[in-house]
């Protein structure tokens, strides 16, 4: 597995991270609303077009020799007019995005202006890389198999986006680092003054983004997110922002930035932070050894929960909006 490494000190990025201890961060415990561990195809329901979240189940009880089994939130093209809770109360928002009726809006724009309606992007760290992330719904289709239908529907309508290599998905990425273009370091045919961001709209040209960022930030953190999301509005690229299971800057203050730049775009985001309330210490691992001190990374389990949850996410926006 691979840990993500912080942007170093030469960089020209601004940057004030809080370096972690060895230990693992002890984080307090709750019960996640949507948490899917469930193979099995849900069955639609109706909603009204008023409803703010997509349909989910809450968390149900367990021994300890069980492990928590939940089912599968089901994707509906319900929208919603805008987000009914607070920014500061974005752990109580549930892991499946709400989806506003501005990003089917900005989707059909999109799609209008050319975009492709058969590729999403990521924006990210390490832990957004195919070989860690949703890579394997490109791969392995015995996984693909065990999926409820709705979600085998996204991926076939995705192909092809989710093991892909990327400008905008590096090691120690920032959201600075996806507008500075000397970070992709000339390749996949970027130009030279081409950022990461503006070289994968050119390559890919999707029309959603998902925009998992965070773990490594900078001062000016929620300046940056707002140029990003101002670019993918502008070319009506539909972003879905997330939240992260780590507080390296101890104060959960960057989710809160990601829910209050979903809020005041109303645009969708994608709760991980609270799928992984039911896991050691949020899903978050610690390394042993002085060579890892500053690295964040997910466990095993953490890493499987990022990954369907993160597909549970593509899947309710994509279903609301196309």
């Known amino acids: ?6 942007v170093s000190a030469g960089s020209p990025l601004p940057s004030q991270s809080v370096q972690p201890t060895a230990s693992a961060e002890v984080l307090p415990t709750r ?4 948490v899917s561990m469930v193979e099995a195809s849900p069955t639609k329901t109706s909603m009204p077009a ?42 109580e928002w549930q892991v499946i995005p709400q ?21 999403f992007s990521v924006l ?45 998905v590096k090691g120690g990425t920032t959201a600075g680092a996806i507008l500075w273009a000397e970070w992709h370091e000339n390749q996949y045919t970027c130009s030279a003054i081409e950022t990461p961001l503006a070289c994968e709209l050119r390559l890919h040209n999707p029309s959603i983004v998902i925009i998992n960022l965070g773990t490594h930030y900078e001062t000016r953190n929620i300046n940056y997110l707002r140029k990003i999301i101002d670019q993918l509005i502008d070319r009506g690229v539909l972003p879905i ?3 992260k299971a780590d ?39 610690v390394k042993a050894g002085e060579e890892h001190l500053g690295e964040i990374y997910l466990s095993d389990e953490g890493l499987e929960r990022h990954r369907l949850t993160a597909l549970q996410a ?9």
């Open 241 to 243: 922002l997330s939240t």
């Open 50 to 91: 008023s409803s703010a979240v997509v349909a989910s189940t809450a968390l149900q009880p367990t021994t300890q020799s069980e492990p928590a089994v939940v089912l599968e939130p089901t994707p509906t093209d319900a929208l919603a007019p805008a987000h009914q809770l607070s920014a500061e109360d974005w752990k």
């Open 314 to 322: 593509l899947a309710a926006v994509w279903m609301a909006v196309r």
């Open 247 to 285: 507080n390296r800057e101890l104060d959960e203050r960057l989710n809160l930035e990601m829910a209050q730049l979903a809020v005041e775009y109303n645009i969708p985001l994608w709760n991980f932070w609270a799928a992984t309330l039911d896991l050691p210490n949020h899903g978050v691992g």
């Open 1 to 6: 597995m691979t840990a993500c490494q912080v």
């Open 99 to 119: 989806v506003p009726v501005t990003a089917r809006e900005i989707y059909q724009r999109g799609l209008a202006m050319g975009n492709n309606p058969h590729a």
């Open 124 to 168: 990210g760290d390490c832990q957004s890389l195919p070989e860690t992330f949703m890579g394997v719904y490109d791969t392995d289709p015995m996984s693909v198999a065990q999926l409820s239908a709705d979600l085998q529907a996204t991926v076939r309508n995705f192909s092809g986006s989710f093991n892909r290599l990327s400008p905008t």
């Open 31 to 34: 019960q996640p609303t949507v």
